[in-house]
């Protein structure tokens, strides 16, 4: 048996690898002609375009490494299949799992590969490649920072922070603004509970307080108040550090410290789930495409198998995305939300597996 697991072994990790590529450069080129006109607008060059997207690699390694997985778990079993090899296996004795088991054990493998890129690699990939996006491809533009587990912006005549960034509400929470002069010497300070830029060009400020230190201190609380800042909010939405550029340790933190404040982070919830369910998926998905691989293998061949690897593929990313979408939104828990998708797949592949053999 040792000779077969080496061999189902070898045999998907040389088509897992292959997929793998396949997608990183399919994805390349279809973000390269979708960012081309900005490239050039911005006349970017050719170590900049290629800096871009190496960095952006173990994203997008993680990203599509589940539909590789699924397309190289279904062409691996489909060809073994139709030579007669599974066959051979079930004859003598062995169980659909132990004759599974090497190719369940590659999925594992990408899956850990997955979950480290994504706490080790990525984070700071990802941020590098957004600075490149920003300082190279298109100079010139200030952002907010995202330091202690707060977005900030230096501006012309001051400072601005925010607890937790609402890019859909154009709004920010835990909201704040030092104003200094020349000597950087603070002159006055406001804190808000919410603040909304409108389409005039002012913030709308709720719930907050003005101090002003010109001689003596002066304060001033208010329900609802406008202000007009330098800076406007798309430095915040722009410089909003997304969950991808953190590990699980800060984004965790950064949620308990803003839950404590009492600050909606719904959507960081899902997304600090979804930073364990999501790599999960290249061993979940396995469950669904081998039995799935197993029950036709001689109608199609491997055409059929990259089609219904492309169909459940699409399938399951409308499930996960709707899902994450559902918790971002508040309609579903964050913890089903990043979840259920993994859940359901792994009901599907596992009730599969149970009449994969009938």
């Known amino acids: 048996m040792r000779v077969v697991t080496r061999y189902l072994l070898r045999e998907f990790s040389k088509m897992a690898a292959a997929a793998v590529a396949g997608f990183l450069a399919l994805f390349v080129v279809i973000d390269f002609f979708e960012r081309a006109d900005e490239f050039l607008k911005y006349k970017a060059s050719a170590g900049e375009v290629f800096r871009y997207y190496l960095y952006s690699a173990p ?76 300082f190279a491809v298109r100079p010139g533009k200030v952002d907010a920072e995202f330091s202690l587990n707060r977005y900030w912006i230096r501006g012309s005549n001051g400072i601005l922070s925010a607890q937790v960034v609402h890019p859909e509400k154009r709004e920010l929470s835990g909201f704040q603004y030092l104003e200094v002069d020349g000597d950087f010497r603070l002159v006055r300070r406001i804190d808000a509970r919410s603040a909304t830029f ?45 969950p991808e550029e953190m590990t699980y340790a800060q984004l965790s933190g950064y949620v308990r410290d803003s839950v404590a404040r009492g600050y909606d982070v719904r959507r960081y919830e899902v997304d600090l789930h979804a930073k364990l369910s999501y790599p999960l998926l290249n061993v979940v998905i396995s469950l669904l495409a081998i039995p799935f691989a197993l029950r036709s293998p001689r109608s199609g061949g491997v055409w059929k198998s990259i089609g219904s690897g492309m169909f459940i593929g699409f399938v399951c990313w409308i499930l996960l995305s709707t899902s994450l979408s559902l918790g971002r939104k508040g309609m579903l828990p964050p913890l089903l939300a990043a979840w259920f998708p993994d859940l359901l797949i792994a009901s599907a592949g596992i009730s599969l597996f149970r009449y994969a053999r009938r």
């Open 59 to 134: 994203n997008i390694f993680i990203l599509t490494s589940p539909v590789a997985v699924l397309l190289a778990v279904l062409i691996t079993v489909s060809l073994r299949a139709r030579a007669n090899e599974f066959t051979a296996l079930f004859s003598g004795g062995i169980g659909i799992g132990r004759a599974c088991a090497p190719i369940l054990a590659g999925c594992a493998v990408i899956s850990a590969l997955s979950l480290l890129g994504s706490e080790i690699l990525a984070p700071r990939a990802n941020r590098k490649a957004r600075e490149i996006a920003q």
């Open 198 to 242: 409108r389409e005039d060009g002012k913030w709308l400020l709720r719930g907050g307080t003005e101090r002003r230190f010109s001689g003596s201190l002066e304060t001033a609380r208010f329900t609802e108040k406008e202000f007009s800042f330098p800076e406007t909010l798309l430095a915040f939405l722009e410089g909003e550090t997304p």
